[in-house]
């Protein structure tokens, strides 16, 4: 099921639509787990997209919403759009943390160093 979590993006990619433009709209983590657990427990929904230009754009705000799913206890497995640049190690080993065996990782494309 896909989530929009935010709309925009700053970066000036030459290769992107860039469907909202550079000014960036975030929705609270509160506002994200409640549509989740709604989709989860009335329709039966397990996977989420976040269809967002940039999910990582804000990174307390990404390590946020990972925890909030991992403490909502809901088994859902979800997916994002990132740029590999926006991630780092903690990232990673945070959303293992709160997403356990039931969600993805956040993964960047090349070794961090």
């Not at 433009?21 to 657990?37: F, K, M, Q, T, Y």
């Not at 909030?68 to 190690?89: M, Q, T, V, Y």
Request: aromatic share 10%.
């Amino acid at each position: 099921m896909n989530i929009l979590s935010s709309r925009g993006c700053p970066y000036n990619c030459n290769f992107c639509y860039r469907n909202f433009g550079n000014r960036i709209v975030l929705r609270s983590a509160e506002s994200i787990i409640e549509e989740i657990s709604v989709l989860f427990h009335d329709y039966g929904v397990h996977h989420f997209e976040f269809i967002d230009e940039h999910f990582t754009t804000n990174r307390e705000r990404t390590l946020e919403i990972c925890e909030a799913i991992g403490h909502s206890g809901l088994k859902i497995s979800w997916r994002c759009l990132a740029r590999g640049d926006s991630l780092d190690k903690e990232m990673d080993e945070r959303s293992r943390l709160y997403m356990g065996r039931h969600g993805n990782r956040i993964r960047k494309s090349m070794d961090a160093k």
